[in-house]
């Protein structure tokens, strides 16, 4: 049963997706087990092939559309089982900036790999950042810019966050224009070239802290 509902995830079916999650709840299968053996598992599947460029971005949409409708019906179980996430990360395109396409992919990918993700959206000044931060005592923040021209705003958010936060969140970058390089001479723990490695990156940070 968790593996159809991977496989409902992985094509995107958002009819099954629900569905299978309804069935696997009334054969009493932990809800845990259903979110993570199931849901997510289907999409880290789809993180790998859209990485692997097998998947492009209208297939990661409709995966991700599957997968927010299994979980309509899992919430409730989730809260009655005190599941929750165990990550957090906080998003947003930097001040100045207001594309949010790879943004959203990110954010995509971040709750596919079982992350709780507040999107800022666009524009996101580094106040905005770090009140989140605290508020949602985030693990990770990661910045999106895709104008040359609003890339410096990504390390003054990382020096306002390393002068306001103790300890600061782990912040990944990423955007057309942004190269490890730049992540390296900016202070930035990570860069993603893509969403799907953007999440991995996540995950790794935050088992290392």
Same mark, same amino acid.
């Not at 289907?42 to 097998?54: A, I, K, L, Q, S």
């Given at each position: 049963?968790l593996?159809?509902?991977a496989?409902?995830v992985?094509g ?8 299978l999650?309804?069935?696997a !709840?009334?054969?009493e *299968?932990?809800?845990?087990? $259903?979110?993570y +053996?199931?849901?997510?598992k289907?999409? %880290?599947?789809? /993180? ?7 998947y492009f971005?209208?297939e990661v ?5 599957a ?6 019906? !899992?919430?409730?179980? *989730?809260?009655r089982?005190g $599941?929750?996430? +165990?990550?957090?990360a906080?998003?947003? %395109?930097?001040? /100045?900036d207001l594309?949010?396409?790879?943004k959203?992919l990110?954010a995509?990918m971040?709750?596919?790999?079982g992350?709780?993700?507040i999107?800022?959206g666009?524009?996101?000044s ?15 923040v990661?910045?999106s810019a895709?104008l040359?021209t609003?890339?410096p705003?990504?390390?003054?958010a990382?020096r306002?966050?390393e ?7 782990a ?8 190269t490890?390089e730049?992540?390296d001479?900016?202070?930035a ?5 893509d969403?799907?490695t953007?999440?991995?990156l996540?995950?790794r940070l935050c088992?290392?802290?």
């Open positions: 049963m593996e159809r509902i496989e409902a992985i995107g079916d958002e009819v099954a997706a629900p569905t999650v309804t069935q !709840l009334a054969t *299968l932990p809800a845990r087990d $259903v979110l +053996e199931g849901l997510l289907g999409m %880290t599947e789809v /993180g790998r092939r859209f990485r692997d460029g097998e971005i209208p949409l409709v995966a991700a559309e997968m927010k409708a299994g979980m309509a019906v !899992l919430k409730p179980y *989730l809260a089982a $599941v929750k996430p +165990e990550h957090t906080v998003i947003g %395109t930097v001040r /100045g594309h949010d396409i790879g959203n990110v995509t971040l709750e596919g790999a992350f709780e993700v999107d800022l666009v524009d996101v580094p106040e905005k950042l770090i009140a989140a931060c605290r508020d949602r005592k985030a693990d990770v990661g910045l895709l040359t609003t890339m705003m990504m390390e003054v990382i306002q966050m002068a306001e936060l103790s300890p600061r969140p912040v990944i970058i990423g955007g057309a224009p942004i490890q730049y992540a001479k900016i202070g723990d990570g860069y993603g070239p969403a799907a953007g999440a991995e996540a995950k088992r290392k802290r």
